[in-house]
């Protein structure tokens, strides 16, 4: 039997018919759910990804005082106006203001991006200079690393010749040309010799260099990449040292409290091979002999020792072992400075002096040179081979304390590592010059070995390398002076 059901009506609301207020109703659900996705985000969160860029290379970029991060970096940035600081170290810096706009619809969808561009930071010559030699002191520092998976060496050869060429600037061509003559002493590596060949042929084509100076960094390629190419066979440099070296015995006196004269010998000036004959290959050619120039000099009998760094600490408190926190907090010293060591004044230890660092030694030549009334310095690494090779029938010291003797220096091989006064440039020896820019960034040379190390495989020419606030248990130094 059919069942008859009654058609539902809906009743009229506020006097509008069913169909009517329905439609109205579908339409503003469909308003809201619109102003809910497609408007509320952006006005709840407006604003940009801007990407700041800059023409100098590398920069850090600020906004509004907050730091972002090195260009080119992205962030979001809220409408309104905004001022980007692009700044290199602490002397060059730009100022770009800008206006971010206040997107609403679909931002999130679509996000809106802009781009704030600095254009080059420097104003002349002498601003690209000091930027120069701020990135040969980084580019120095990474040349020293070994780079792998963990560790890629930032691309600041290629940057500074970017920036170079979008500078606009007149005048940077010999400037810029010193900057890698004086890096190209320093390529330790066959990507380090990649990426300045490739520097170097970005700015070819400019007129940036002269012809001259284009020459010469030609030269300069081709000589590191013969070290570099793998092929065996050819050697260079000169013989080491085999005459007989005279010297005479001396001694500085130092006016400070309980100090004994130091005992040394001299030597006279003259024209010395430092190094020997290597393999034209990396890294044997940093012991490549050549002659050498020493002045007239004196160096102590024997290393410096725990008894006289203890009363250059008494004079000099700063270097105290109980004030290391702030030795290292300015990069004078590592964590390892005096470890396991107590200088102690009240007992005569001769022990000599270890796990201290270069800057620790010069300091302590400084005052020498203050209470003796001489030039007292580390020495150099032709004079240091110098004195060496005049006592080379000496065994190689296999303890840790040499004991004076008056027939020349003793413990020069073995003992302990010799801090030297020279900055290790790896190829001066080989391209047969010295770095128009210097650098605090490069390592120093030692000298001698340590009783660690196999007697078959240390000589006078060997190099060894040391950080400069490096502080090691087998490296320790002696002075040298003038009269």
Not at 55 to 63: I, L, Y
Not at 218 to 232: P, R, V
Not at 410 to 415: A, H, K, R
Not at 464 to 476: D, H, K, P, V
């Amino acid at each position: 039997m059919p069942i008859n059901v009654e058609p539902v009506r809906l009743k009229p609301l506020f006097g509008m018919p069913a169909g009517v207020y329905l439609t109205v109703l579908y339409a503003l659900i469909i308003v809201v759910v619109l102003f809910l996705v497609a408007f509320l985000p952006g006005i709840l969160n407006s604003g940009k990804r801007v990407t700041f860029t800059s023409d100098t290379s590398p920069v850090s970029v600020s906004v509004d005082g907050i730091h972002l991060g090195t260009a080119p970096v992205t962030a979001f940035i809220e409408p309104g106006s905004h001022e980007a600081v692009y700044s290199f170290g602490d002397a060059l810096h730009a100022s770009v203001p800008f206006e971010v706009s206040h997107p609403v619809f679909l931002t999130w969808l679509f996000p809106r991006s802009q781009r704030v561009v600095s254009k080059t930071l420097f104003a002349d010559a002498d601003d690209f200079t000091r930027y120069l030699e701020s990135m040969f002191d980084e580019t120095v520092a990474w040349s020293a690393v070994s780079t792998d998976a963990r560790y890629h060496r930032p691309p600041l050869i290629m940057q500074a010749a970017e920036s170079a060429l979008h500078s606009g600037l007149q005048g940077i061509g010999e400037p810029m040309y010193r900057f890698l003559s004086s890096l190209a002493l320093h390529i330790g590596s066959t990507d380090m010799l990649q990426e300045f060949g490739q520097a170097f042929s970005l700015l070819e084509d400019s007129d940036i260099f002269t012809a001259r100076q284009k020459e010469s960094l030609t030269g300069d390629l081709a000589a590191i990449g013969d070290i570099f190419s793998g092929k065996e066979g050819k050697t260079v440099g000169l013989a080491a040292e085999q005459r007989e070296i005279p010297f005479s015995r001396t001694a500085l006196s130092v006016d400070a409290n309980g100090f004994s004269p130091i005992i040394g010998f001299s030597y006279s000036g003259g024209r010395y091979t430092k190094g020997t004959v290597t393999d034209r290959s990396y890294p044997a050619i940093l012991e490549m002999g050549v002659l050498s120039e020493v002045e007239y000099f004196s160096i102590a009998a024997l290393e410096t020792t725990e008894y006289q760094w203890a009363r250059f600490i008494e004079a000099n408190p700063y270097w105290a072992k109980t004030n290391i926190t702030r030795l290292v907090q300015d990069g004078m010293v590592d964590e390892n400075y005096l470890a396991g060591i107590f200088p102690t004044v009240t007992v005569m230890n001769n022990r000599p002096i270890r796990n201290i660092s270069w800057y620790a030694a010069e300091a302590y030549t400084r005052w020498l040179s203050e209470a003796s009334g001489k030039q007292v310095f580390l020495p150099s690494e032709a004079q240091w081979e110098t004195a060496a090779t005049s006592v080379r029938q000496k065994p190689y010291l296999s303890t840790t304390v040499a004991m004076a003797q008056s027939d020349g220096p003793s413990g020069m091989l073995g003992g302990y590592w010799e801090f030297t006064g020279d900055d290790h440039v790896p190829l001066a020896r080989y391209l047969g010059r010295e770095a128009a820019f210097t650098s605090l960034a490069s390592d120093v040379v030692v000298k001698g070995g340590s009783y660690l190390n196999d007697p078959a495989r240390i000589t006078s020419t060997t190099v060894g390398i040391l950080g400069r606030a490096e502080c090691s248990e087998t490296a320790g130094f002696r002075v040298a002076w003038t009269e």
